[in-house]
C-alpha cells in the first residue's frame, strides 16, 4: 500500500485542473525557468527586445521595449512573485518618457493558468486579456489575447547570447 501512495498522489495532481495543478506543484516558478535570457525581434522599422532574469528566491523579473526607427514607443516591466503558491505576474506599462499606464500604487496582475515544458499562460484576473509563452528552440512566442476585442497580438522573439 506504501508504495502505491506516490503514483497515487501523482495522478491525484495530474487529474486535477491547470490551475489547481500549478498551485499545487512546490516548482511552479521553475516552470518559468525557459524564459531565462535576452529575446529580440530586429526589423528595418521595428526593434523588440524582451529579458528574463533567472529565478531567484522565488521571483523573477523583466523588461520589454519597442522602438521605432530608432525611437522608444512602448515599455513593460514586471516581476513574477508567489502568491498563495501560484506565480503571479505583476506588470506596469510605460509610453516613451517612462509616462506609465496604470496608477503608480496599481499594476496589471495575471496569476498562472497554465504550466508546462516551454509553455505558461498568465491571464488577468478579471479574464480581460491572456498571456501565452512558448518556446520552440531559440524562439520565443509571446501571444497577448484581449478578451474584450477577440484580437490577438503575437511577438515572436529570437534568443540571444
Keep these: 500500500m506504501v508504495r502505491w501512495l506516490p503514483i497515487a498522489l501523482l495522478l491525484a495532481v495530474l487529474a486535477a485542473p491547470s490551475g489547481i495543478r500549478a498551485q499545487a506543484t512546490s516548482s511552479a516558478m521553475d516552470q518559468?525557468?525557459?524564459l531565462t535570457g535576452r529575446w529580440i525581434s530586429d526589423t528595418p522599422d521595428e526593434y523588440q527586445e524582451e529579458s528574463w532574469?533567472?529565478?531567484h528566491a522565488q521571483?523573477?523579473?523583466g523588461q520589454f521595449r519597442v522602438l521605432q526607427k530608432g525611437t522608444?514607443?512602448?515599455y513593460e516591466f514586471w516581476s513574477v512573485e508567489m502568491d498563495h503558491n501560484i506565480p503571479v505576474?505583476?506588470?506596469k506599462h510605460f509610453n516613451a518618457g517612462l509616462i506609465g499606464w496604470e496608477d503608480k500604487d496599481k499594476s496589471t496582475r495575471m496569476p498562472l493558468r497554465k504550466g508546462g515544458t516551454n509553455e505558461v499562460l498568465f491571464e488577468e484576473e478579471d479574464g480581460?486579456?491572456?498571456?501565452?509563452?512558448?518556446?520552440?528552440?531559440?524562439?520565443l512566442t509571446c501571444t497577448v489575447h484581449h478578451a474584450r476585442t477577440g484580437k490577438d497580438e503575437v511577438f515572436h522573439l529570437?534568443?540571444?547570447p
Design 32 to 34: 518559468l525557468s525557459f
Design 53 to 55: 532574469s533567472p529565478i
Design 59 to 61: 521571483n523573477i523579473t
Design 72 to 74: 522608444p514607443v512602448f
Design 89 to 91: 505576474l505583476k506588470l
Design 128 to 139: 480581460s486579456a491572456t498571456v501565452h509563452y512558448q518556446r520552440t528552440g531559440d524562439t
Design 158 to 160: 529570437r534568443r540571444q
